[in-house]
């Protein structure tokens, strides 16, 4: 079993294997122990968690005492895995208060490392100052689900020369920052591509074809563990919400049947009295 550390995750680009740098994300401690049994690469504690555990309608309203409490309960599960927690929305708007959150996250959750989005001037002051305090940070460009509004929605970034040259600029920055890797979220495949060769750390694709370094899924979609239909970009491996209903009102239907052995015995009882 891979036990990674950021020297390993950089050196991945030279690696003769080719095989991609896989992470899926995870929210619990049971899922997490499943998960350190696997060869999986990496773990993300996204904040994505509010909207599959929690049904926020986005990430927005993920506080960071949440993010502390679910990625610490992953790390207690996934001990031999490379564990990556998000930074909230709005817990990095200034600088100041970046490192304080960052920090604070870092620690208490013990993950390996801390996620933020963007790459603007402030942001990549933060990541510089925490990579040499010793808290290493994984970029993440493209689509930034903290920016959906600021953004004007969900779409494939890249698509022009200008937003194209504004990626690649952005992902310079961040491993210029000392970012060990970058997330590429829904970048037009020929861009993400074309990151990926730039770049001497390894770029995790999602919605962003297969030529990255690595892929990233959220485990909901992957597994389809909810009602709502995953993005266009992920095909499922399994339909679990199906399964445990159908598992779960099979159960039902049994423990209301007079063979069940439950019912046997109450029906029992009150013949006696």
């Known amino acids: 079993m891979k036990i990674l550390n950021t020297r390993k995750i950089r050196g991945h680009k030279l690696s003769t294997e080719k095989t991609p740098l ?63 927690a998000d930074l909230p929305f709005g817990t990095y708007s200034t600088f100041d208060a970046g490192i304080k959150n960052a920090t604070k996250l870092f620690q208490r959750s013990a993950a390996e490392a801390i996620k933020l989005e963007g790459a603007f001037d402030h942001q990549l002051k933060i990541i510089k100052c925490l990579t040499q305090t010793g808290i290493p940070v994984m970029g993440h460009i493209g689509l930034t689900p903290q920016s959906v509004h600021e953004m ?16 690649k600029q952005q992902a310079l920055s961040l491993q210029e920052a000392g970012a060990f890797a970058i997330v590429l979220e829904c970048v037009k495949e020929a861009v993400a591509t074309e990151i990926t060769q730039l770049l001497h750390i390894p770029t995790i694709g999602i919605g962003s074809g297969d030529k990255t370094d690595g892929q990233v899924l959220v485990i909901n979609d992957l597994l389809k563990m909810g009602q709502e239909r995953p993005p266009s970009f992920v095909q499922p491996i399994s339909d679990l919400y199906t399964l445990k209903k159908s598992l779960i009102s099979d159960y039902i239907h049994s423990f209301n049947t007079a063979d069940h052995p439950i019912t046997a015995k109450k029906n029992e009882r009150l013949d006696i009295h």
């Open 152 to 167: 004007g929605g969900y779409y494939t970034h890249g698509k022009n020369q200008e937003s194209a040259n504004n990626l």
């Open 22 to 84: 896989l992470m899926l994300t995870c929210y619990d401690y049971q899922t997490a122990c499943l998960l350190d049994e696997t060869e999986l690469d990496l773990i993300l504690v996204g904040d994505s968690l509010g909207n599959v555990i929690l049904g926020y309608e986005n990430t927005i309203k993920v506080s960071l005492q949440e993010m502390i409490i679910f990625s610490a309960a992953v790390k207690r599960g996934a001990k031999n895995k490379f564990v990556v």
